[in-house]
């Protein structure tokens, strides 16, 4: 099955830095990556997602990157604030059994100090 | 947030009381989900339901049984839990199964004693 590996555990940046956090996946039938942040006390919501036809994705501040020959993505947060202070997972797909579903990455928690 | 609203959103229980998680999603999805979030680990997929038909099971103790009456209502009936049971249980929705975008709930802390 799956197995998405996220890196770091934690991170800590200054406000205006940038922030980027990696995923590594097995499946090298995984189409969609999708992540995802969590405030504290919170639900996770999804921010960006990336499908394998395409290498990058850009929204505002917050990008992806995919390398499928090597299979890892990424995100990239510019200009770091405080309310992007969160957990985020990242996550890809995998088919097990005749179905499609998500599989989360351990979590990286994300610290922009003011 | 009203999208999917679960109840309770806290919940603590000894390990021979009987209770049930309520998840309600008001998207039109046809999809729900069960995960386990547990500390320093990733979301743990517990249960899948499709047009109220149970397509995935994870490998869950039997102690966690799950019910989609349907579409739009999820619950997950709970009895004889372990303390290593505890963790933020958190509900999903998607339009339809597969890779779409998922929809959480705020999730239910449950603590067993």
């Known amino acids: 099955g799956e197995n998405v590996e996220q890196h770091p555990s934690t991170l800590s940046v200054q406000e205006g830095d940038s922030a980027v956090i990696k995923c590594t996946y097995s499946?090298?039938?995984?189409?969609?990556f999708p992540w995802y942040k969590q405030e504290l006390g919170k639900r996770p919501q999804l921010i960006i997602d990336?499908?394998?036809?395409?290498g990058e994705k850009k929204d505002q501040r917050i990008a992806v990157t995919l390398n499928k020959t090597a299979k890892h993505f990424s995100l990239h947060i510019t200009e770091t604030q405080p309310e992007d202070s969160a957990v985020y997972f990242c996550?890809?797909?995998?088919?097990?059994?005749?179905?499609?579903?998500?599989?989360f990455g351990k979590g990286t928690k994300l610290t922009v100090n003011p | 947030e009203t999208g999917v609203t679960q109840t309770p959103r806290h919940l603590v229980m000894g390990m021979t009381n009987k209770k049930s998680l309520k998840c309600e999603q008001h998207l039109g999805h046809n999809a729900m989900y069960w995960y386990k979030q547990s500390a320093k680990k990733p979301l743990e997929l517990m249960f899948v339901y499709s047009l109220e038909e149970r397509v995935e099971n994870n490998s869950v103790p039997s102690r966690f049984s799950p019910e989609c009456p349907n579409s739009s209502h999820l619950f997950l009936h709970l009895h004889t839990l372990q303390p290593e049971d505890s963790a933020l249980y958190l509900c999903?929705?998607?339009?339809?199964?597969?890779?779409?975008?998922?929809?959480f709930g705020p999730g239910t802390r449950l603590t067993v004693l």
């Open positions: 999903a929705s998607t339009r339809d199964r597969g890779t779409d975008t998922q929809y």
């Open positions: 996550a890809a797909t995998s088919w097990q059994g005749g179905s499609e579903k998500l599989v």
């Open positions: 499946d090298s039938a995984s189409n969609y």
């Open positions: 990336i499908r394998s036809n395409v």
